[in-house]
């Protein structure tokens, strides 16, 4: 699976999605770190790349435009250090890759994960 990391999670979260076999580039990396939220939908979108994220502006733009793709994982976390994050980008990832194909956003929290299949109503 294809990954685009925004600004709001560790660029260490793409070496630790790279040994699990995924593709993954982060914003910092590819020195995008200003680039606009509806531009980052766009280059996920043109790259195929499920969108991982901090950002709740992202759900809302999916809502609006009514979009099908590309899927978004909007972490909610208290704890966003990076093995907490992969350890949860894991099980969505095991549990929810259909969906995440399909075309959805998937919140993450520490109790749950909740999935909102694409377009979102806006």
Same mark, same amino acid.
């Given at each position: ?11 260490? =979260?793409? &070496? @630790? *999605?790279?040994?699990? &076999? ?7 990396? +590819? &020195?995008?770190?200003?680039? /606009?939220?509806?531009?980052? *939908?766009?280059? $996920?979108?043109?790259?195929? $790349? %499920? ?9 809302? *733009?999916? !809502? !609006? @435009?009514?979009?099908? +793709?590309?899927? %978004? ?11 907490? #994050? #992969? !350890?949860?980008?894991?099980? =969505?990832? &095991?549990?929810?890759?259909?969906? +995440? $194909?399909?075309?959805? %956003? #998937? @919140? %993450?929290?520490? @109790? ?6 694409? /377009?979102?109503?806006?």
């Amino acid at each position: 699976m294809r990954f685009l990391l925004d600004m709001g999670i560790s660029p260490g =979260v793409a &070496g @630790s *999605l790279h040994s699990l &076999g995924h593709d993954a580039e982060h914003l910092h990396d +590819l &020195g995008l770190d200003t680039l /606009p939220d509806a531009e980052i *939908l766009a280059k $996920a979108l043109r790259e195929g $790349a %499920v969108l991982v994220t901090h950002d709740l502006d992202f759900s809302h *733009l999916l !809502a !609006a @435009s009514g979009a099908m +793709l590309p899927s %978004v994982i909007l972490f909610r976390l208290r704890d966003m250090r990076p093995p907490n #994050v #992969v !350890a949860r980008l894991r099980a =969505v990832i &095991g549990s929810h890759a259909s969906a +995440l $194909a399909a075309g959805a %956003v #998937v @919140s %993450v929290t520490e @109790s749950q994960i909740r999935i909102r299949e694409l /377009p979102l109503e806006s």
